[in-house]
């Protein structure tokens, strides 16, 4: 069954310190991996996906099949970093699956 | 394009009840998705329509049902609510149905008394 677990519930860090966001997941295929990002008041939206291999808002994320892994990491974290992250899974035909999300509080 | 758009806002029903939640994609968007977010937990699927044919079904039981219309707009209802229905409801549409990146609306927040 697909599965996607986040071990952190919460985040803290400080300003200009790196910061890494934990994905694991179990699926028996070639998964899509995603991370969604929600800030203050807005709506949940994409903020990166794998196969683009892009860097967004200078997050990047790499697909680590052998330990089954898609953590997000940014260098330098900034306050507007701030937000609910989740990491979502889906597969051919198969339907979407989130993580139960990570709360990043970036510090002053 | 003013996005997904979801109505109402805010919902408050009674134990028993029935509710219909409305969902308009972006336009050129032929699938629509439906998930039930509960405060402290991540997004979980309940339907998800294509070309307003059922493609998709979360573990939810035969309470819920939905519907897409030929204008790709879909609709979630929810019968003989009870407390646990209580959540916000999102809709997502993206242009496909297959693995493709997920829109979403801004919910509407269920309240079960």
């Known amino acids: 069954a697909q599965r996607v677990t986040q071990p952190e519930k919460l985040l803290s860090v400080f300003k200009g310190a790196p910061v890494e966001l934990k994905c694991n997941y179990s699926y028996s295929g070639s998964p899509e991996l995603f991370w969604y990002v929600q800030y203050s008041r807005q709506r949940l939206q994409l903020l990166l996906r794998h196969i683009s291999r892009e860097s967004i808002k200078g997050f990047t994320a790499d697909l680590n099949k052998g330990e089954t892994s898609f953590h997000l990491k940014k260098p330098f974290a900034q306050e507007e970093d701030s937000a609910m992250y989740y990491c979502a899974l889906s597969g051919y035909g198969q339907n979407f699956v989130f993580g139960p999300g990570t709360r990043l509080s970036v510090l002053p | 394009d003013a996005g997904v758009t979801q109505s109402p806002t805010h919902l408050i029903k009674t134990r028993g009840q029935q509710v219909t939640l409305r969902c308009s994609p972006i336009s050129g968007h032929k699938s629509v998705s439906w998930y039930q977010q509960v405060l402290g937990q991540g997004p979980q699927f309940i339907f998800q329509?294509?070309?307003?044919?059922?493609?998709g079904r979360g573990n939810f039981p035969d309470r819920f049902s939905a519907r897409q219309f030929p204008n790709y707009s879909s609709e979630l209802n929810v019968n003989a609510l009870l407390l646990g229905d209580s959540a916000l409801y999102l809709c997502a549409s993206s242009p496909i149905w297959d693995t493709d990146t997920q829109y979403f609306g801004p919910g509407t927040r269920l309240t079960v008394l």
């Open positions: 329509y294509y070309e307003k044919e059922e493609r």
